[in-house]
């Protein structure tokens, strides 16, 4: 069994440079409303949704298995991205079937519902929090800036899939979610390896 030392993290992200590929707009429901809080989707926390949603294209092109709407980076998926998904990490993440338009087979909104603070500050290229004096009082706390982001693994338990706390946008997965995701040839993903280097005690 892989010692929580040895494990390796992967920002999930979609990948701009497909040829040809489509883009996604933000959800909206069967009467063509879009959803009041587009944001919610995107903050690392379990969540209901009561109706049926619909993804317009606000260009159409090539269908990928992962992708992120255009505005909140609400990520959208397909059956084959779910399925590993399901089988490796049930308690990180809801599925919630959507209709894409223009597309019949099955397509699911991913919810990551677990937030981890294991941002490590020293191994970022620049990780720098919001200040009072920054006039943003909701916000103090929580990141401003981060860049070269790394994590520390030992603080990650056993969470496989996850946002990091203060620093919602990226998705962090494990590397045995990577490599099946990898194996299942889907696309629009790429990944960029978030672990921090061990440091010697």
Known sequence: MTSVSDRLFFELDFDVYVP?????????????????DIWTFTEGRSIEIREALRIPLSRPGRALDFDKT????????????????????????????????????????????RTILCIDDAACDEARLWMPEDGRPELVGQYHVVTGLRIDVSKVGDARVFRPWGYCPPIIVDREIKDALEHAEIAGAVFRDVTAPRRSV
Request: hydrophobic share 45%.
């Open 20 to 36: 040809g590929r489509w883009y996604l707009a933000e959800p909206i429901n069967l009467a063509g409303q879009e959803v009041e």
């Open 70 to 113: 255009t505005v909140a980076g609400t990520p959208i998926v397909s059956e084959r991205v779910a399925i590993v998904l399901r089988e490796l990490a049930p308690q990180d993440v809801q599925l919630f079937p959507v209709e894409v338009e223009g597309r019949t087979e099955p397509y699911f909104l991913l919810n990551v519902a």
